[in-house]
């Protein structure tokens, strides 16, 4: 399993912006897909964006428009770029790898707390 850590977590202003990076321990190149989940307290975790070996992106409606997810394949590093943040963004953010088709996303960072408030 390849070791995500995340980063760039912290507290935004409403309307605010943050990138969060995910930092893995090998090659992403070849990963099938990288993603980022969030989670609420007591609730499960939720998809937020992903984005493919192939460059296709994916995100949920809540955040659509305002994430953007990429990928630098040399640095071997996923970033979440969060624009227009509002309160309902606050949750702990999670790097995640899904590495072959068939697969689920397996490996996990350990989270990145993520606040908006004024």
């Known amino acids: 399993q390849v070791q995500l850590v995340e980063s760039g977590g912290g507290l935004a202003q409403p309307g605010g912006s943050l990138r969060l990076s995910c930092a893995a321990s090998?090659?992403?190149?070849?990963?099938?897909?990288m993603g980022w989940y969030r989670q609420y307290p007591e609730k499960q975790r939720e998809l937020v964006a992903t984005?493919?070996?192939?460059?296709?992106?994916n995100y949920a409606v809540s955040v659509k428009g305002r994430f953007t997810i990429s990928r630098d394949t040399a640095k071997n590093t996923v970033y979440l770029q969060m624009n227009s943040l509002k309160p309902e963004d606050t949750a702990v953010y999670y790097c995640?790898?899904?590495?072959?088709?068939?697969?689920?996303?397996?490996?996990w960072g350990q989270g990145t707390q993520v606040t908006v408030s004024s």
């Open positions: 984005i493919t070996s192939g460059g296709s992106t």
């Open positions: 090998r090659s992403i190149f070849s990963i099938y897909a």
């Open positions: 995640a790898a899904r590495e072959h088709a068939l697969g689920g996303f397996g490996s």
